[in-house]
């Protein structure tokens, strides 16, 4: 039985009438593009877009190893000069975060059928490939989406069956449908996840399913936070095909000019408004706009926080966690503690490969760089208050307990940062805005704090935020309890 699509779009956007544009400027953020045209016209702007971080002159050497193109490798340079001894060497797709541009991990390729990496994981890539496509949508990550749509063509999808993904969810399987919602609340609204939402895929996806698509949704919202954060200029040549030759059973639809994002939309989908993307109304005319702002809610009080984190005391996971002896043997020597083990651990290790990465990225994070310890406390903070993460809040409090920081100095994090210096409130609000949406957070913001932390500071704490978007998302979906 197909589940009628105004079941799902009600809840994720009213009926919308009428449209009227936004410019940003250095100091606003980047427009919501409203249909399918707008879209692409925005996605092909981002290839000349201006990088946010500056970097060194190129030496002789970089010069010549990138042929005498200094405008190619923006990002390759920036991770050697800010991210040295941090990052993997990992370029292209991956961001510091973790997580593959096509599935979040798990498996290689873009074409339906391909065999999974993890022996535990077995949804189909192009299927996590049109989730990446509607976690981008929803942070507005223009890169993410033309890079996903590139992938969705290579594996055989029409146009017409792409622009369904933004405003006609009732060309999918009703399970299907359940997932674009789910994937678009955990992007956006990820105070909001609750019990329901878990159960509601329970009746389509197993346990392990479930939890393959929390992976990988949190990868790419990691991916969609560092590409915006440091604001990544799309490739010249991405576009259509990209680098990939078109396979012998694609469609003639998929057939489309390499190199440009600028490809005929047809009229069924040409005035479309999407329903994917957070778009708001104006308040005085009632029209849509195309204006990015922050909708996450005001911060709760000090009170609220602590019966929060009391609750999370006492909830049951939503996911099942691996046995303690068991996910021993899975770490093998990647984990000395001899403490139990945490419950974020004994959730990861489901998946013997991509769980075990992402548990070795995220210590990674924690004991590498030149950010403090407790800069780098007081950033998951930050984050987790925007995400409502509390599992991850009582995890920082901890350790900022550890640190040295009273209860009263923690929750001064909630408050309008007066009592920090001018650097450590420019990180503190790079860290708020890329974690609340990757695009709330504004040029203006990122050249202040670039300004006043230096470039490096600066790459390290979005390079940080990123992880820890991931980290909320994986621990808050699954509805972990803190540890007694």
């Not at 544009?21 to 100091?27: F, I, R």
């Not at 393959?212 to 259509?240: C, F, H, T, Y």
């Not at 503690?337 to 290790?349: F, S």
Request: net charge neutral; aromatic share 6%; charged share 25%.
């Amino acid at each position: 039985m197909r589940i009628p699509a105004t079941l799902i779009f009600a809840l994720l956007l009213a009926p919308l009438d009428s449209v009227r544009g936004a410019e940003p400027t250095k100091d606003s953020p980047r427009p919501l593009p409203i249909t399918r045209p707008e879209m692409k016209q925005l996605i092909e702007d981002v290839k000349v877009r201006k990088p946010r971080i500056p970097l060194p002159e190129m030496t002789a050497e970089e010069q010549e190893q990138q042929g005498g193109r200094p405008g190619d490798n923006y990002e390759g340079r920036l991770r050697t000069h800010y991210l040295k001894g941090i990052d993997d060497g990992r370029t292209g797709g991956r961001g510091p975060g973790g997580g593959t541009t096509g599935a979040g991990g798990g498996r290689a390729g873009g074409v339906r059928g391909q065999q999974p990496q993890d022996p535990n994981m077995t949804l189909d890539n192009a299927f996590k490939v049109e989730l990446f496509w509607i976690v981008s949508r929803a942070n507005n990550c223009q890169y993410c989406i033309g890079h996903q749509e590139s992938k969705l063509l290579a594996a055989g999808l029409t146009e017409d069956r792409i622009a369904a993904l933004d405003s006609n969810w009732s060309e999918f399987k009703p399970e299907e449908q359940l997932a674009f919602a789910f994937a678009r609340k955990f992007s956006f609204e990820p105070h909001l996840l609750s019990d329901a939402d878990i159960d509601g895929l329970r009746k389509n996806y197993t346990d392990p399913q479930i939890l393959e698509m929390i992976l990988s949704m949190a990868g790419n919202n990691s991916i969609n936070r560092w590409k915006e954060g440091v604001g990544v200029p799309q490739r010249k040549d991405e576009g259509g095909y990209s680098r990939r030759e078109p396979s012998p059973e694609a469609t003639a639809d998929a057939k489309l000019p390499r190199g440009t994002y600028l490809t005929p939309t047809s009229a069924a989908y040409t005035k479309k408004i999407s329903l994917v993307a957070p778009l708001v109304k104006d308040e005085k005319t009632g029209e849509v706009t195309a204006a990015t702002v922050n909708q996450r809610p005001p911060l709760e009080s000090r009170v609220v926080v602590e019966e929060k984190l009391a609750a999370c005391k006492q909830r049951q996971s939503r996911l099942p966690l691996v046995e303690e002896a068991a996910a021993r043997t899975i770490l093998a020597d990647k984990w000395k503690d001899t403490a139990p083990l945490p419950n974020w651990v004994r959730l990861l290790v489901t998946f013997p490969r991509t769980g075990v990465s992402r548990i070795t990225t995220t210590i990674s994070s924690e004991e590498k760089g030149d950010l403090t310890p407790l800069l780098k406390a007081q950033l998951s903070w930050i984050v987790a208050r925007q995400d409502r993460a509390w599992y991850t809040l009582a995890l920082t409090q901890k350790r900022l307990h550890e640190l040295g920081q009273s209860d009263d100095q923690i929750f001064a994090l909630d408050g309008n940062w007066k009592e920090f210096t001018p650097r450590e409130q420019a990180l503190f609000v790079v860290a708020r805005q890329l974690g609340a949406s990757p695009v709330v957070l504004t040029d203006a913001e990122v050249a202040k704090a670039v300004e006043l932390a230096g470039p490096q500071d600066v790459v390290q704490a979005i390079s940080y935020t990123t992880n820890r978007a991931a980290f909320n998302r994986i621990t808050e979906a699954a509805g972990l309890p803190i540890e007694k």
